[in-house]
């Protein structure tokens, strides 16, 4: 399958601090990325999808100022988590699509955020 | 309501035993993907087998296969000859087509525990 990273896998920032996330669709060209977010012992929650070329569309309840997504490439999305609090330590995932199909879609291994 | 369900928290099975784990999904699309996906501790996401709303037959792959009732709403992972590298959080997931913005959405995951 394709080859989906993220960078960075984990990053410990300080409370107030903004942290970028990259998502790189290494061999094919994803015109959607869709971002989750994992608590421990829980499931995945969808965030907020990203087309390339437009403004990211977020679930219900997802902040969009506090999480800026940026799908400027078809190779590259990026989450930034502003002004980080603890509550916002969590796993965050990306995965890459083409936007039309139901099988191809491809997980990044993602990023463990320690904000204190 | 829950589109996608999972009952089993947590799971125990004998190791080189057969085990199902359940998963019931609720849409109106015509047009939908289901998966399923092994997370180990390390947190990625492993694809493991697709079922298709059109396949008429059921998905296997290796000792993964998918019991697809579509009446029922149901898409059952059964895994064969389980392993001690088996253990792991599973999630089944669901893609609906144009009409749920081919988002994928996952159930709560099962902990399956494979015993020595």
């Known amino acids: 399958g394709a080859v989906v990273s993220q960078h960075p896998s984990w990053v410990i920032c300080k409370s107030g601090t903004s942290v970028k996330i990259e998502c790189r669709s290494l061999?094919?060209?994803?015109?959607?990325m869709f971002w989750y977010r994992q608590f421990p012992k829980q499931s995945l929650m969808l965030m907020a999808t990203?087309?390339?070329?437009?403004?990211?569309?977020?679930e219900q309840g997802v902040e969009k100022d506090k999480f800026l997504i940026n799908h400027a490439s078809l190779t590259l999305s990026t989450l930034t988590v502003t002004s980080a609090h603890p509550e916002d330590s969590s796993f965050y995932i990306c995965?890459?699509?083409?936007?039309?199909?139901?099988?191809?879609?491809?997980f990044g291994p993602g990023t463990r955020l320690t904000v204190t | 309501a829950q589109k996608i369900t999972q009952t089993q928290p947590g799971m125990f099975v004998q190791e080189k035993e057969a085990v199902t784990l359940d998963c019931t999904y609720d849409?109106?699309?015509?047009?939908?993907?289901l998966f399923w996906y092994k997370q180990p501790s390390s947190g990625e996401m492993i694809f493991l087998i697709y079922?298709?709303?059109?396949?008429?037959q059921n998905a296997t792959e290796g000792r993964y296969s998918l019991n697809f009732q579509k009446a029922r709403k149901s898409a059952n992972l059964v895994i064969s000859a389980s392993q001690l590298g088996d253990s792991a959080m599973y999630f089944c997931?669901?893609?609906?087509?144009?009409?749920?913005?081919?988002?994928?959405?996952f159930g709560a995951g099962t902990r399956l525990f494979v015993k020595a």
């Open positions: 995965s890459a699509t083409v936007h039309g199909t139901l099988y191809e879609q491809y």
């Open positions: 061999d094919f060209q994803a015109t959607t």
């Open positions: 990203s087309n390339e070329g437009s403004k990211a569309t977020y």
């Open positions: 849409t109106s699309d015509q047009s939908y993907g």
């Open positions: 079922q298709g709303s059109y396949d008429e």
């Open positions: 997931a669901m893609r609906e087509g144009l009409a749920g913005g081919f988002k994928t959405i």
